[in-house]
């Protein structure tokens, strides 16, 4: 049922990469037989789920959206698919990106524009625009993204779904190609809060493999699921309300406020003094990583290799000017001008400094409310093509959402009215692994 309801979207809005339709046939046949058999089955067991594709697959081409990795195949699965597969998921496919996971709108892949299943004149959001599609439009029952900047959260808003970037460290980054190794974290897509807190069951945990998973224990998110914010101190902070966010979407969010009041919880204004410094830093600190991280595609281990070439240097040149699209190329030139010696100090150094003062802020914050609300995305879908000649527009698609990144707390976005007939999102922000008082907060809301 979910391949007929794939074949009849995917026309329209190109989510998908590479459809795994035996692979899934197999695996739901191997549900159906432990279903048979009588075991005791999870609450994935045979659901069809779908993955962002810069998440390694065993055997399964693992692309990034980029020319640089058309091609490769990995030896290994990333933590979360093992974990997925492990709880009786059906993976149905790999879903598109902006290549590398960079940007907001999923135009910059190598390979496909994905459209808004909403409208498709519009863009789905991204950088895990495929996941957003998928679910929004029945293609995948759940799927999962990575967020760097955003990439989880601004497509879910976009897209009319509930996606959660956890706290960075809570869920194993193994397998996940790298893009800002400080930043990035994977998180589920959902229709709705209780699938998250399925889908977030499945996924966190200590990893070995993993150098920054945190050996915290993982609660029962289904467990947060009470149906009650009564005595829940919820802050607004007045720099997510200002300029550049429009007056729909602001709207929305102060709605959302008025119904937690009405359900008990009481509503604050607080202040992220530097949240206005979340842009830039994030752009110098997501560069520098991303210069790093994106130096291993050189045409000799793996990936693509240029077929003409004199030298070395040669080589390593042709195959990565052929290789990787014009945004990523503009982020690695970024990056290793902000690390290169002489302006490391000016730029990749400060930018830590306040990145420390900014995750103060949010400490200050956290200390008088439970949870923060915010708009994800200052406005609803664009359209397609509207932003893709001017990256500096583009960027300012994140302002709410990098925040939360360069202080590692987990965030929510979820759905909270319409604007002409397109999903408006609004963010909720937890404590340093309160995933839980979130979901908490979202389901009550719902
Ligand atoms: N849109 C942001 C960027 O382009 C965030 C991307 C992400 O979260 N992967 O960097």
């Known amino acids: 049922a979910i391949f007929e309801r794939i074949e009849a979207v995917e026309p329209k809005i190109s989510a998908y990469i590479t459809l795994l339709k035996e692979e ?3 695996s739901a046949r191997a549900a159906d ?3 048979a058999r009588g075991e005791d089955l999870g609450d994935l067991h045979g659901v069809p789920i779908a993955i962002k594709d810069n998440m390694c697959t065993t055997g399964i081409p693992t692309t ?5 990795l058309e091609n490769f195949k990995p030896p290994y699965d990333a933590t979360v698919v093992t974990k997925l597969r492990a709880a009786g998921a059906v ?3 790999k879903t598109n990106l902006d290549e590398f996971a960079m940007g907001s709108s999923t135009e910059n892949s190598a390979f496909k524009v994905t459209r808004n299943p909403w409208n498709t004149d519009y863009v789905p959001g991204g950088s895990s625009g495929g996941s957003a599609a998928s679910v929004s439009a029945g293609a995948a029952f759940a799927s999962l993204g990575s967020d760097t900047g955003g990439s989880i959260r601004q497509p879910a808003s976009l897209c009319g779904l509930v996606g959660l970037k956890p706290t960075y460290g809570r869920v194993s980054r193994y397998g996940l190609v790298a893009f800002a190794s400080s930043l990035d974290q994977i998180g589920p897509f959902t ?4 699938d998250c807190a399925i889908m977030m069951n499945a996924i966190a945990g200590y990893d070995v493999k993993d150098g920054t998973a945190v050996e915290e224990a993982t609660p029962d998110y289904k467990a947060a699921l009470i149906d009650d914010v009564k005595g829940l101190r919820i802050g607004l902070p007045k720099e997510f309300f200002g ?3 429009s007056q729909e979407v602001k709207d929305a969010v102060y709605a959302a406020a008025k119904v937690y009041e009405t359900l008990g919880a009481t509503v604050e204004e607080v202040s992220v003094p530097n949240a206005g410094y979340a842009l830039p830093i994030y752009y110098i600190i997501a560069s520098s990583e991303c210069s790093s991280n994106l130096a291993r595609f050189d045409g000799v281990r793996y990936g693509f290799r240029a077929e003409e070439f004199e030298d070395f240097n040669d080589l390593f040149t042709k195959t990565r000017t052929q290789g990787f699209g014009e945004e990523v190329k503009r982020r690695i030139m970024l990056g290793t001008y902000a690390l290169s010696s002489g302006y490391y100090d000016a730029y990749y150094n400060k930018a830590m400094k306040v990145r ?5 802020d949010f400490d200050r914050a956290f200390a008088s409310v439970d949870v923060l609300l915010t708009p994800t995305s200052p406005t609803v879908a664009f359209k397609i093509g509207e932003k893709t000649d001017n990256p500096l527009e583009m960027y300012m698609s994140d302002i709410c959402t990098v925040p939360i990144n360069i202080a590692g707390v987990p965030a929510m976005s979820l759905p909270c009215g319409f604007s002409d007939g397109l999903p408006i999102g609004m963010q909720l922000i937890g404590r340093h692994f309160d995933e839980k008082t979130i979901l908490r907060a979202a389901y009550a809301f719902e």
């Open 356 to 360: 420390t003062l900014l995750k103060e």
């Open 91 to 93: 993976i149905v496919g």
């Open 64 to 68: 990034c959206a980029s020319k640089m």
């Open 191 to 194: 229709k709705d809060v209780k």
């Open 33 to 35: 037989a432990a279903f």
């Open 24 to 26: 899934a046939l197999e």
């Open 243 to 245: 300029e550049g966010i």
